[in-house]
């Protein structure tokens, strides 16, 4: 068998077919059965939403020409569609890029059979009609991604509703009072307090205690003028009657607001805010970059809760809690238990916002450097000459100075595309992901195993999220190595071997290859793996040996 799958190599090998001409190749496949053809994109809308208000055909285009290169580049079936685990990748990694919205359900760290919770709750039998019905059986089009975006950012942007009626209620008002300006800023600071601190009980004594506000919030002066600046921006598109969305009377020299015209506000609110937050999550950052000694995207947790007991309060999350989200890392004994720069900014821990079906989150940095890889490659396999071309020029956003990858970096990617199919790495697969942290270990987060880590809210995790003033002396007063005796091999003790490719069904093959099941695929990455393996044995010590023997092919 391992002769057959070899000769399989050597002739499509010796065929000398360039990268572009194999992603063109990839990307021709069968057509569907007609009734599996998808109707016009906007009826598809108005049938999930109920209408197409506010949903015009040139959002739909930006969308699709949004995810148009993420999408190129997914794994695709005979069919030339993605599985429902890519399409629930593509639907995340969007809603991060364009707004840094995490959607409940659709986390990378959730299992592939969940979807979003909003979707599930809302839309049941678009579910079960859409994403568990035809689409199960052929796969997914991006028309059906472009669907399912527009019909979770309608979803997201009305999940306000609720929360908007207990803020009028809040200060004292009617959902059906024509409220002014006063009025509004008002409506949209108790609606603030109550989507940023959720249940908490202490918000009416915010509330009437603007000192004790500002104190607990401090950036609560600049949040509440960012809102502001919604309310603002709502005004001044009343003045062309054409953009407006009330049915109400407009005054420019005495506006009156309609509950529809507040929670027209809450809704972009809800859209932008993560674009808000950047400046705040680049500080944070900031923080602990300045005390990542060795620009390992690592800072020891001595140091981390050093920094919380001298006054910066956000990095007093406990070892259990770190652990859980990912950020926590004890793989060598010589540093000592250390946390994961990247993982750490992204963690749930620093989402500003957790409500019930979405989290506004801190952005991952990494979305840009892959969209690099992505437009260069536009297939799911990618040569490492190709990938390091598309990374050549990628400059750091800490201070716009171009990112040099050493030559251990650029051999250990080609240590994956030696123990990959055909000599090419996967780009969405996991060993090609932990590559990226340790080449941009600042801006790429470490992939976890599927199932190692869970994105829990402080308030899911429980009480024991904090850690105790005596745990944190504890830890600050341990001996561990000096940060400057960090060597390569040590800091990347947390390298991991097993690859975890992202699609169920794998097309990787160009149409002259033949066609070999997924089960085939694992049998050969296992007899590739162990031939690299053995070779690796006689090489110098400065790599790390890439080994597939523990693929999963889910």
Request: glycine share 6%; net charge negative.
């Amino acid at each position: 068998m391992f002769i057959f799958f070899a000769c399989t190599f050597s002739i499509a090998s010796s065929r000398n077919v360039h990268q572009k001409d194999t992603t063109v190749s990839l990307r021709s496949s069968p057509r569907l059965p007609q009734k599996f053809e998808k109707e016009d994109l906007k009826s598809a809308v108005a049938a999930v939403l109920g209408g197409v208000e506010g949903i015009h055909e040139g959002h739909l285009e930006n969308i699709n020409k949004q995810i148009l290169s993420m999408w190129q580049s997914l794994p695709t079936n005979e069919f030339g569609r993605v599985d429902r685990k890519s399409l629930r990748y593509a639907v995340h990694r969007y809603f991060m890029q364009t707004y840094s919205l995490s959607i409940v359900g659709l986390e990378l760290s959730q299992a592939s059979g969940q979807e979003a919770v909003l979707l599930s709750q809302v839309v049941p039998s678009y579910v079960r009609s859409e994403l568990e019905g035809k689409g199960a059986k052929i796969g997914f089009s991006i028309d059906d991604a472009v669907v399912m975006i527009a019909t979770l950012e309608r979803l997201v942007a009305d999940t306000s509703h609720e929360l908007l009626e207990k803020s009028y209620e809040a200060v004292r008002l009617t959902t059906t009072d024509l409220v002014g300006r006063a009025s509004a800023k008002r409506l949209l600071e108790a609606y603030l307090l109550r989507w940023m601190l959720g249940d908490d009980a202490g918000i009416e004594e915010l509330e009437a205690n603007q000192t004790l506000l500002g104190e607990s919030l401090e950036d609560w002066q600049g949040i509440a003028e960012f809102a502001h600046g919604q309310l603002q921006a709502l005004e001044y598109a009343r003045q062309v009657p054409v953009n407006s969305v009330s049915t109400t009377s407009w005054n420019e020299f005495r506006p009156r607001f309609s509950f529809t015209d507040v929670e027209s506000v809450v809704g972009s609110i809800t859209m932008s805010f993560g674009n808000y937050w950047t400046t705040e999550c680049q500080r944070v950052k900031r923080l602990l970059v300045d005390m990542d000694y060795t620009g390992t995207g690592r800072v020891k947790l001595s140091d981390f809760y050093g920094a919380a007991m001298n006054g910066e309060w956000r990095f007093s999350e406990s070892k259990e809690y770190l652990k859980q989200l990912g950020a926590l890392e004890e793989s060598s004994s010589w540093q000592g238990p250390r946390v994961i720069i990247t993982n750490y900014i992204q963690a749930a821990s620093n989402c500003i916002v957790s409500a019930p079906h979405y989290r506004v989150c801190c952005s991952n940095e990494c979305e840009d450097i892959l969209g690099e890889v992505e437009a260069v490659v536009n297939a799911p396999l990618g040569t490492p000459d190709a990938i390091l071309s598309a990374l050549s020029a990628h400059a750091s956003p800490l201070d716009d100075s171009v990112v040099k990858l050493s030559s251990s970096m650029r051999a250990q990617l080609q240590e994956i595309a030696k123990a990959s199919p055909g000599g090419m790495v996967p780009i969405h697969g996991r060993l090609f992901a932990q590559w990226l942290h340790y080449a941009f270990p600042r801006e790429c987060p470490f992939p976890h195993k599927s199932g190692e880590t869970v994105s829990f809210s402080p308030l899911e995790f429980g009480d024991s999220y904090a850690a105790s003033d005596a745990d944190m002396r504890v830890v600050t007063e341990s001996k561990s190595a000096p940060a400057s005796d960090v060597v390569e091999d040590d800091w990347m003790s947390q390298w991991s071997h097993e690859e975890e490719l992202l699609s169920e069904s794998t097309h990787l093959h160009a149409p002259w290859e033949p066609k070999i099941s997924g089960s085939m695929v694992c049998i050969l990455l296992v007899l590739m793996g162990a031939t690299v393996a053995t070779a690796a044995t006689s090489r110098r010590g400065d790599l790390l040996p890439i080994s597939v023997e523990k693929t999963h092919c889910f």
